[in-house]
């Protein structure tokens, strides 16, 4: 199994990015998709999440209304569009695929987003 995000970087305050997260060796549409974001060594909180068939999303209150997460299942592919970026959303984001009957889940290499001017 592997979870592969890309397109993090820096940004300026008030930028956009949109990082993306390539999964393969599971039955992606069976997996619940999050993101999560860890500064330092801080716990790891959840930005947000997108059901199975992408019609139900949920957010952490600090990103609704900025952060868009949306899923391709033909693509295996999961996405975070993160707009109106401020300096304190700078960390490393990590998505995370999670078979919500077995609970297996499996996690990526994480993808720094710096958000500074």
């Known amino acids: 199994v592997q979870l592969v995000e890309s397109g993090g970087g820096l940004v300026q305050p008030g930028g956009s990015l949109r990082l993306s997260c390539a999964v393969s060796g599971l039955t992606f549409s069976r997996f619940v998709m999050s993101w999560h974001r860890q500064v330092g060594g801080k716990e790891r909180e959840l930005v947000g999440s997108?059901?199975?068939?992408?019609?139900?999303?949920n957010y952490a209150a600090s990103v609704k209304g900025r952060f868009t997460i949306s899923r391709d299942n033909a693509k295996n592919t999961v996405y975070l569009q993160m707009n109106s970026l401020k300096p304190e959303d700078t960390a490393v984001y990590y998505c995370?695929?999670?078979?919500?009957?077995?609970?297996?889940?499996?996690w990526g290499q994480g993808t720094q987003v710096t958000v500074s001017s």
């Open positions: 997108i059901s199975i068939v992408g019609g139900g999303t």
């Open positions: 995370k695929a999670l078979q919500p009957v077995s609970n297996y889940e499996f």
